[in-house]
Nanobody, 116 residues
Framework: QVQLVESGGGLVQPGGSLRLSCVAS????????MYWYRQAPGKERELVAH????????NYTDSVKGRFTISRDNAKNTVYLQMNNLKPEDTAVYYC?????????WGQGTQVTVSS
């Protein structure tokens, strides 16, 4: 059974940090590109960052460049999103996604709220 389980969300003040984790099971994690998406209330789901299967390539949406870092540990079947200098506009549900052609898996999401 395929599972992606996110954790690490919560309430943080502006300027704070959080580290999201996504643990995968039920598929060969090391062969998948991994993505973090987010969806704020009333908005469409947005791609935040992605990382290649071996971790050698990463990309970020412009609004998080220099503040967020995506990484992965294939030995632990886990992808991370380190989020620093958080802003209120980062408030959203964050989703982990595993993709390769004809395969597309999603986690249940973890809420991140940035507020004073």
């Amino acid at each position: 059974q395929v599972q992606l389980v996110e954790s690490g969300g919560g309430l943080v003040q502006p300027g704070g940090s959080l580290r999201l984790s996504c643990v995968a099971s039920g598929f060969t994690f090391s062969t998948y590109t991994m993505y973090w998406y987010r969806q704020a209330p009333g908005k469409e789901r947005e791609l935040v960052a992605h990382i290649s299967s071996n971790g050698g390539t990463t990309n970020y949406t412009d609004s998080v460049k220099g503040r967020f870092t995506i990484s992965r540990d294939n030995a632990k079947n886990t992808v991370y999103l380190q989020m620093n200098n958080l802003k209120p506009e980062d408030t959203a549900v964050y989703y982990c996604n595993a993709y390769r052609p004809f395969r597309n898996y999603w986690g249940q999401g973890t809420q991140v709220t940035v507020s004073s």
